[in-house]
């Protein structure tokens, strides 16, 4: 009986022993765990929320776009404002129900997020594909440059595509005095030259309602409205193609 009594106490002072070791080493994990994480560790969920653009509703709009053949109530205008200070100003034309509007254009002003590479805006190939659905490791391909008041304008359209009533073409367009971006897309136009001119227009007919305070940027659109060329509504497709320089259409010269 005795024997049984101290194999008994034996057994429960080994459990206690055992239960004490656990809760000891679970201790030193959660220690080991706030000390990685003070350190460097995994980032915690707080700056992921930061990274997210977020739809400004009280921001007024600072450009005005009007695209000669679209009605003025099919187009929306967004702002979306980043923690770290960017801007995006996106205009789009088209029915809310459409899956990709029939043409954008986003005036992007960069902040301190630009310089985070988990930004969806800090690759703007990238940004343009994820905006126009066209996916794949090699979305897209060169499409030609056109010219605009702000200068050349780089074309870009999904690979493998072909220029027609049906297709739609990319742009990028980055200016450095001050820091800012053009993108979008149009799929106006029945043929290349058409399609790349209605671009050209859309970028032109681009004007600075307020500057806010931004003399750069006001100093921008001084500069680029004087080298504005005519776009208007009824302007031929010829007409609008001799202002158009890509890989597809050679430059042509004549009157604007």
């Not at 656990?22 to 201790?27: I, K, P, R």
């Not at 971006?181 to 790349?196: A, E, F, I, M, N």
Request: with cysteine; glycine share 10%.
């Amino acid at each position: 009986m005795l024997a049984l009594e101290s194999f008994a106490d034996e057994v429960c002072g080994t459990l206690a022993r055992l239960v004490a070791y656990v809760g000891m080493l679970a201790l030193l994990g959660i220690l080991a765990l706030a000390l990685w994480q003070q350190i460097g560790g995994p980032a915690s969920p707080e700056p992921a929320e930061s990274s997210r653009w977020a739809i400004a509703d009280e921001a007024v709009p600072i450009y005005a776009l009007r695209l000669g053949n679209q009605p003025d109530k099919s187009a929306t205008y967004t702002v979306l404002r980043h923690p770290e200070g960017g801007r995006k100003d996106v205009i789009r034309w088209g029915e809310p129900a459409e899956r990709r509007p029939l043409a954008e254009l986003e005036i992007y002003r960069p902040g301190g997020e630009r310089d985070a590479p988990a930004d969806p805006a800090a690759d703007p190939t990238a940004d343009l594909a994820r905006r126009m659905a066209v996916e794949g490791p090699t979305a897209f391909e060169a499409a030609g440059v056109i010219d605009s008041k702000f200068g050349a304008v780089a074309l870009l359209r999904p690979a493998g595509a072909t220029d027609g009533p049906r297709g739609c073409l990319g742009f990028l367009k980055g200016v450095h005095n001050p820091e800012l971006r053009l993108s979008g897309w149009s799929c106006q136009g029945v043929t290349g030259p058409v399609s790349r001119a209605a671009i050209g227009c859309m970028l032109n007919r681009l004007t600075l309602l307020a500057a806010d305070h931004d003399t750069g940027l006001s100093a921008l659109f001084t500069r680029a409205e004087a080298k504005r060329a005519t776009c208007s509504p009824g302007m031929s497709a010829a007409t609008s193609a001799d202002w158009v320089t890509s890989a597809d259409d050679p430059r042509l010269r004549g009157a604007l």
